[in-house]
């Protein structure tokens, strides 16, 4: 992977500086690879980018939805209600699903996502408080 | 869940109009209800909203991150490109880890997080192109 992320810097130096410019025996072997490999190189690294980019925010946003699930489960706690709502987990699904829907994204896939964050909303939970349950 | 609404409807009503007005019959026994769980249920409504809106905002971006790894896919097979990348997911992974612990979110499912969703490009994949894999 090092080698590989060395190759992509040289592709993007070499977009620029494709010259008979002596930059050393090991630089031009570099070069000499990276011209076969340059445009998909350069491709791939912004498309990577792109999903890095995405998966940073999709991480933070996780984060805050945690805090929040956090303070609804304290909030039930406090008040005695239920930590279980079955109803507002329907609706949770229902909505998402079309949400995704209209984004082009498989409704299925939307709906196992939510699973799988409420699957950790309670592992949390009943890490935090015993044997409870809310989806938030 | 439409009669929970309602009465959160209400308890934001009466939050303002707190009077002796009468709103008839069943405006006011709606009211009695409303009265004794109006600020838990406003705050719960609260951190619902927030919920959603990360919910929804999730969504947008997973579908966006969708249609990248599509791209990745077809860059990967125009080019003859493996599609599977284990030093590229280490890097992943590594990455979103030290993310999540800056977020304070647990590291471990931002692990788990990626390779759920690791998990459905390869089924997108798989799906489109045969029995190809890339995590993007």
Redesign the interface.
């Known amino acids: 992977?090092a080698r590989?992320a060395w190759r992509l810097k040289v592709a993007n130096v070499t977009s620029w500086h494709r010259s008979d410019r002596s930059f050393g025996r090991r630089r031009r072997r570099l070069t000499r690879v990276a011209r076969v490999e340059e445009p998909?190189a350069i491709?791939?690294r912004r498309?990577?980018d792109?999903?890095?980019n995405?998966?940073?925010?999709?991480?933070?946003?996780?984060?805050?939805?945690?805090?929040?699930?956090k303070?609804?489960g304290e909030?039930?706690r406090r008040?005695g209600?239920p930590p279980a709502d079955p109803?507002?987990e329907?609706?949770?699904i229902a909505?998402?699903r079309s949400?995704?829907s209209e984004?082009?994204?498989d409704p299925e896939?939307?709906e196992?996502?939510?699973t799988?964050v409420v699957a950790?909303v309670v592992r949390h939970h009943e890490a935090a408080l015993g044997s409870t349950r809310s989806a938030?």
């Open positions: 992977m590989d998909v491709e791939l498309l990577r792109s999903i890095d995405m998966d940073a925010a999709l991480v933070h946003l996780l984060a805050e939805r945690f805090k929040i699930t303070e609804v909030l039930k008040h209600l109803a507002r329907a609706q949770q909505r998402l949400l995704a984004a082009k994204l896939f939307a196992k996502f939510l799988f950790e938030g």
